[in-house]
């Protein structure tokens, strides 16, 4: 099936019926007619390479994506080419919502590892609002969820130190991957690098360095080729005085 940018969206491997994520606890159950309607809503998925550009700021989608597996972030960059990370996209997110409601995306999106998504419409959101509330009220809470998220990170950026912003971002990635299985294994393997620490908290390379050995030093994490390992996520929360993520079961679309 063709899709945008020249892009094929394969045949189901995963019909919504069977999707993997539905049986994981952090996901609410669908009533019957709505998982009707989000089957015939899907039309197919999109398999993306490590380092590929799923969506590009300015871009117009005809499209909306969940992600069924892989990781991702989200960015916008500076005319000089400065970059600074605003999340990360993990299983069971929903990307290109706000490029299908504005006309078009305010940010760009790369992929972290290899990525499969499951490819929407734009075109029936109206129908799912018109005939389904209940997920009409997900998408609402989604949106919502990303705000809470960006609240987090603005207070990070803006009042904790540079030692509390890297346990915090690490901390927070580590438990939303955990929370939608990724990674079962202990401990958590997060696929970015200092680069992307550095583009996340408003921080130099070299300073981003030095507060990861920091962390490194006190066995809360570890480093290597393939990105970083949470040892102890219950004392980098209290390092970042963070809470945690505080979520019971969420949507999934």
């Known amino acids: 099936m063709p899709g945008q940018n020249g892009r094929s969206f394969s045949s189901r491997q995963y019909p919504?019926?069977?999707?993997?994520?539905?049986p994981l606890p952090a996901f609410r159950e669908f009533e019957k007619q709505e998982l009707a309607f989000?089957?015939?809503?899907?039309k197919g998925e999109l398999a993306v390479d490590k380092g590929a550009t799923?969506?590009?700021?300015?871009?117009?989608?005809?499209?909306?994506?969940?992600?069924?597996?892989?990781?991702?972030?989200?960015?916008?960059?500076?005319?000089?080419?400065?970059?600074?990370?605003?999340n990360y996209s993990m299983p069971g997110d929903l990307i290109g919502l706000q490029g299908s409601l504005m006309g078009e995306m305010q940010h760009s999106i790369e992929a972290l590892s290899p990525m499969l998504l499951c490819v929407f419409e734009r075109e029936h959101l109206p129908e799912l609002y018109r005939n389904h509330p209940g997920l009409a009220y997900d998408i609402t809470w989604i949106a919502s969820r990303e705000e809470r998220m960006l609240d987090e990170n603005l207070l990070s950026i803006g009042?904790?130190?540079?030692?509390?912003?890297?346990?915090?971002?690490?901390a927070f990635i580590s438990s939303r991957?955990?929370?939608?299985?990724?990674?079962?294994?202990?401990?958590?393997?997060?696929?970015?690098?200092?680069?992307?620490?550095?583009?996340?908290?408003?921080?130099?390379?070299?300073?981003?360095?030095?507060?990861?050995?920091?962390?490194?030093?006190?066995?809360?994490?570890?480093?290597?080729?393939?990105?970083?390992?949470?040892?102890?996520?219950?004392?980098?929360?209290e390092l970042a005085r963070w809470e945690g993520l505080g979520e019971d079961r969420r949507p999934l679309i």
């Open 54 to 86: 799923v969506l590009v700021e300015g871009s117009h989608s005809a499209h909306l994506y969940t992600v069924l597996s892989g990781w991702a972030f989200r960015y916008k960059l500076m005319s000089d080419g400065r970059r600074q990370i605003l």
């Open 159 to 170: 009042r904790r130190t540079a030692l509390e912003r890297a346990a915090y971002l690490i």
């Open 38 to 42: 989000v089957s015939t809503f899907k």
């Open 16 to 22: 919504c019926e069977k999707c993997p994520l539905r």
């Open 177 to 237: 991957a955990r929370a939608v299985g990724l990674n079962g294994k202990t401990p958590v393997r997060i696929p970015i690098t200092q680069q992307h620490i550095a583009d996340t908290l408003g921080l130099s390379l070299v300073h981003t360095n030095k507060t990861i050995r920091k962390l490194i030093d006190r066995k809360l994490i570890v480093w290597r080729d393939g990105g970083c390992e949470v040892i102890d996520g219950e004392r980098l929360r």
